[in-house]
Nanobody
Framework: QVQLVESGGGLVQVGGSLRLSCAAS????????MGWFRQAPGKEREFVAT????????YYADSVKGRFTISRDAAKNTVYLQMNSLKPEDTAVYYC????????????????WGQGTQVTVSS
């Protein structure tokens, strides 16, 4: 049974930082591309960042480029999202997702999803 469990969300002030973690189990982590998506109240889910199975390839939404960094630790079966210079518009529930091998910005291409972690940026 595949499980993706996000953690690290919380309340932070504008300009602050958070690091989200997503621990994966029930799959061969080293053969899955991973992605982070987010959904704000009343809005559709949107792509944030993605990383390939090897970790060599990453891709970011324009809205977070230069502020967020996605990374993965094969030994811990965990993918991270380091979020710096947070803005109120970053407030959302953040989800991690997994798909075989390659990375993707399209949520429909992911097979597995976590339950989400809330990030709130206060001004």
């Amino acid at each position: 049974q595949v499980q993706l469990v996000e953690s690290g969300g919380g309340l932070v002030q504008v300009g602050g930082s958070l690091r989200l973690s997503c621990a994966a189990s029930g799959l061969t982590f080293s053969t899955y591309g991973m992605g982070w998506f987010r959904q704000a109240p009343g809005k559709e889910r949107e792509f944030v960042a993605t990383i390939s199975w090897s970790g060599y390839n990453t891709y970011y939404a324009d809205s977070v480029k230069g502020r967020f960094t996605i990374s993965r630790d094969a030994a811990k079966n965990t993918v991270y999202l380091q979020m710096n210079s947070l803005k109120p518009e970053d407030t959302a529930v953040y989800y991690c997702a997994a798909r075989p091998w390659t990375h993707s910005a399209y949520g429909d291409e992911y097979d597995y999803w976590g339950q989400g972690t809330q990030v709130t940026v206060s001004s």
